[in-house]
C-alpha cells in the first residue's frame, strides 16, 4: 500500500469518525429537545388502560381523541383562540412598527446622548423584568401621564385586568422584548447603504415618506423575523398577563393553568395523573397553532435570520 493510499484511508477514517460523532451529537440534542415535546403529543392519546399499562411507552395500544374534545370544550378553544390570534397579532404589528422606527433613529441619526440611550435599549434585553414588575404594577394600577388624568377626572385610572397596559408598552417600544427587536432592526439599517436614502431626499422625497415607503420594503427581512419572534413571545406570554392580570378569555396560555382542576370538577376526574393527560392534551392545542405558523413561515424565517445580522 503506497503513501498516497494510506493518507486518503486515513482521512476516510478521520471523516466517518468525525461524521458520526457529529450525528451522535446532534441525535442527543435532538432529543433533549423534542423528546418532552413528542412525550407530551404521545401521551395526550393514552387511554386509561394505556396510562396504567407500563408496558405502554410513547406508543399508546388503545388510542382515543376524548383528552381533546374535553380539553377543546373546557379551555372554549374556538372562541378563546380567535381572541388570543387577534390580541397577539396587533401587538405584533404595533410592535414591528414602532420597534423598527426606533431601530432606524438608532442607525441613521445624530442626536444628543443617543449613545446613552442605546445602553438603554440594551440594558432592556439583559435585565429580567422580574426586578421591575412591581413599578409597571404600580404605574398601572394608578396610570397618570403627567397628572393629566387626575386633574380632568379628579382621579388616577386602574388599567389592570385590561389588555391596555400591554399595548401602551408595545406603543412606547417598551413591549415584551422589544429592546431585543430594535436591536434587530438597528442592526439591519445599519447594513442598508446610505445611498438608498440620498437618491430618496435627492428626489425630494422627507424622512417619513423615505423610511415608511422605502427603507421600512427593504427592511422585510428583519420585520419577518421579529413578527414571528414578537407573535410566538406574545401569544405564549403569561408573565404580563398574570402581572396585569388580563382576561384568560384574550389569553389561552393563562387558560391552560386551570385546565386539570376545571375538568376534575366538571368530568369528576380525581386521579391526577389522568389529569395530566388532559393536560398534555390541552398543550398540544395550545401549540397547534405555532406550529403551523412556523410550516408556513419556515423558509422566510429562516431568510429573515440570515439577513437580518442576528448572527455573523
Known amino acids: 500500500m503506497d503513501v498516497n493510499t494510506k493518507s486518503k484511508l486515513t482521512e476516510g477514517i478521520k471523516g466517518f469518525i468525525l461524521g458520526l460523532f457529529r450525528w451522535i451529537v446532534l ?52 372562541s378563546t383562540m380567535l381572541k388570543t390570534v387577534l390580541y397577539s397579532v396587533s401587538l405584533m404589528v404595533i410592535q414591528v412598527l414602532m420597534c423598527s422606527m426606533v431601530g432606524y433613529g438608532f442607525a441613521r441619526f445624530d442626536f444628543p446622548l443617543k449613545k446613552l440611550m442605546f445602553v438603554f435599549v440594551v440594558i432592556m434585553i439583559v435585565i429580567p423584568t422580574h426586578t421591575i414588575m412591581l413599578p409597571m404594577y404600580m404605574t398601572f394600577a394608578n396610570f397618570d ?32 422584548r422589544s429592546g431585543l427587536y430594535i436591536y434587530i432592526f438597528n442592526q439591519f439599517f445599519r447594513g ?9 431626499f435627492v428626489d425630494g ?62 368530568y369528576k376526574v380525581y386521579d391526577p395523573k389522568i389529569l395530566e393527560l388532559y393536560l398534555d392534551a390541552g398543550i ?16 422566510q424565517f429562516i431568510e429573515g435570520v440570515e439577513r437580518s445580522g442576528i448572527v455573523g
Request: net charge positive; charged share 10%.
Open 27 to 78: 441525535i442527543g440534542i435532538s432529543y433533549v429537545i423534542l423528546g418532552p415535546v413528542l412525550g407530551i403529543i404521545s401521551r395526550s392519546f393514552f387511554s386509561d388502560a394505556d396510562h396504567y399499562n407500563t408496558m405502554v411507552y410513547m406508543i399508546p395500544q388503545n388510542p382515543t381523541l376524548d383528552r381533546y374534545k374535553i380539553a377543546y370544550d373546557t379551555l372554549n378553544y374556538s
Open 145 to 176: 401621564v403627567f397628572g393629566i388624568v387626575k386633574l380632568i377626572t379628579g382621579s388616577s385610572v386602574n388599567l389592570l385586568s385590561t389588555p391596555y397596559p400591554m399595548y401602551i408598552l408595545t406603543l412606547f417600544a417598551c413591549g415584551l
Open 192 to 200: 442598508l447603504p446610505k445611498e438608498i436614502e440620498e437618491a430618496a
Open 205 to 266: 422625497a422627507g424622512v417619513w415618506y423615505t423610511y415608511f415607503r422605502i427603507m421600512l420594503r427593504n427592511a422585510t427581512p428583519a420585520a419577518i423575523t421579529v413578527a414571528i419572534f414578537s407573535l410566538v413571545w406574545q401569544y405564549n406570554d403569561t408573565f404580563y398577563a398574570k402581572l396585569f392580570n388580563i382576561s384568560d378569555t384574550i389569553v389561552l396560555s393563562k387558560r391552560i393553568a386551570g385546565l386539570q382542576n376545571t375538568i376534575g370538577n366538571i
Open 284 to 299: 398540544v392545542l395550545i401549540m397547534l397553532p405555532i406550529v403551523i405558523i412556523y410550516v408556513v413561515l419556515q423558509k
